[in-house]
């Protein structure tokens, strides 16, 4: 029943009533928060920051076989560290957790020791001097182990965290480059072979096709050019000998063979003439006398070759045009062989014309697979250069690198839990629920508690007013009542939290949760 309350003294009134709904709440949950600020064991940490810096050498001359960013490094250095046989390692050899080796599995221990590792990165804005454009670029980052109840062990996880991560991105780094120079250092062998086997094959076919290759082209069409102008000049020789041989034969057919001849004709020629003399002039006569003798002598020597028999030639003349007709002749015939061994130059020339289209596709495909292959090399070996100086760069450590500028140091109070936060919350927590218990019960209680209350919800005048008669034995009952709930209040809570603590799960573990995700 709702009942309206104007006067600040009804709320006095209503704290008097409801002080126990108010305080026990109140009570109960302080005094939880309390327990739990005292229960929970101090947490210390142990934070390393780290600087990630670029590498000494600038970009334009070295650059670095490392694809990967900054982040993606953390994260991969991160997953390696975080590994099982890792965390194992570094559990084994410091005698971490030893509390929670009777109780949870292995996996479990590990697990709660990633949860106390933490990574974080520091990012600035900057303007990407390429584009011009802002940009978020990692700078540095914090590695932290979170332990509880011996600082000196937290400072030492800490620091052997520090020393993973800085060894495992040098080894990282460098085992990138090296793996990257080793693949570039195979693809490059592997490339030359194939080019030596393309410059055999080059070479074969060259040699295989010597005259019909395309780079021979104009020499052979100027070839042919020159065979058709010197085909055309013996042409022109050959007519040449042609005529001269008409001539020779026919001087030489109106040449006698032999002097005999020429003496016979000779001898009739003077007998002739002697005939003739005679008719006009006496044998005394000196042309008479000079013609005899002539004939004498011509008959002298007839009837000496005729005795002889010498059937050859002896005319100097007639062997002077047969030298000169043979002489022709075999001119002419060298001519001939000359002719023919032009023309048959000349057919293999335009035959390998011919040839050159298809021997030519041959031939360019084979080109183009050598220069794109010599492309590769070229680009394969460049790269490969490359990569070796940046092998020598990341040994001789100039690449990009982990610096540690923060070093982790010894924890001089725990990081949490913060107490005095979880008791404040605890006291803040307790006055709301006693409140709200207090504020309830108010609200539900249907009594009458004065006059003026009677008398508005019956329309009656009161006549008198009885006070409660309150005995000292009902005092004493009631006082009684209170310290036995209160006791047995914690008593139930001391009871439930040792139960808690040794039969159910860590208590320190669970609070370690519930305090980093209340973020006290």
Request: proline letters at 5%; a neutral charge.
């Amino acid at each position: 029943m709702e009942r309206p309350s104007d006067a600040p003294v009804d709320y006095v009134a209503i704290l008097k009533r409801r002080k126990w709904a108010l305080i026990v709440p109140l009570g109960l949950i302080f005094i939880v928060s309390v327990v739990v600020a005292f229960v929970l064991p101090p947490v210390y940490k142990a934070t390393t920051t780290i600087l990630i810096e670029q590498q000494d050498v600038p970009l334009d001359y070295v650059k670095s076989a490392v694809s990967t960013y900054a982040e993606q490094q953390l994260q991969i250095i991160n997953q390696r560290i975080m590994s099982t046989t890792r965390l194992m390692e570094i559990i084994n050899r410091l005698n971490l957790y030893p509390e929670l080796k009777s109780r949870m599995m292995t996996e479990e221990i590990i697990e709660r020791m990633r949860e106390d590792i933490a990574l974080e990165p520091i990012s600035v804005d900057v303007v990407d001097p390429k584009t011009g454009r802002p940009t978020t670029v990692t700078i540095a980052f914090t590695i932290s182990y979170e332990g509880k109840n011996d600082p000196g062990k937290v400072l030492q996880v800490g620091n052997v965290l520090t020393s993973l991560f800085l060894e495992e991105n040098s080894q990282v780094r460098e085992r990138q480059v090296t793996e990257v120079s080793n693949f570039l250092q195979d693809e490059v062998a592997k490339v030359k072979g194939d080019l030596e086997r393309l410059d055999g094959a080059i070479a074969q076919f060259k040699q295989l096709h010597m005259n019909n290759l395309p780079e021979l082209v104009q020499v052979n069409m100027q070839s042919i050019n020159d065979t058709e102008r010197n085909i055309d000049l013996l042409n022109n020789q050959l007519t040449q000998l042609r005529e001269k041989e008409g001539y020779l034969l026919t001087q030489l057919s109106n040449t006698p063979q032999d002097l005999m001849q020429t003496d016979r004709q000779r001898l009739s020629e003077l007998n002739v003439r002697l005939v003739n003399l005679k008719h006009q002039f006496s044998d005394a006569h000196p042309d008479v006398i000079k013609t005899r003798s002539e004939i004498a002598e011509l008959e002298k020597r007839v009837d000496a070759s005729t005795s002889k028999g010498n059937p050859r030639p002896d005319n100097p003349a007639y062997i002077n045009l047969a030298a000169q007709l043979a002489s022709t002749r075999s001119e002419m015939a060298s001519v001939n062989a000359q002719i023919e061994s032009l023309r048959n130059r000349l057919n293999d020339y335009k035959r390998r014309i011919e040839l050159s289209p298809q021997v030519e596709a041959e031939y360019n495909a084979l080109l183009m697979e050598r220069n794109s292959t010599q492309l590769k090399y070229d680009d394969l070996m460049r790269k490969y250069m490359e990569s070796k100086v940046s092998q020598g760069l990341e040994k001789e450590q100039k690449g990009e690198r982990f610096t540690i500028i923060d070093p982790a140091r010894m924890p001089e109070k725990p990081y949490k839990p913060n107490r005095l936060a979880i008791m404040l919350i605890g006291l803040v927590l307790g006055i709301g629920a006693g409140i709200g218990t207090a504020s309830f019960k108010e609200y539900v209680d249907s009594s009458v508690r004065n006059t003026s209350m009677l008398t508005e919800y019956t329309s009656f005048p009161v006549l008198a007013n009885i006070p409660t008669i309150v005995l000292e034995s009902d005092v004493a009952k009631k006082r009684d009542l209170m310290t036995r709930i209160v006791i047995g209040l914690l008593a139930s809570l001391v009871f439930g939290v040792l139960m808690f603590h040794f039969f159910i799960m860590d208590l320190d573990m669970v609070w370690v949760k519930l305090v980093r995700w209340m973020g006290i």
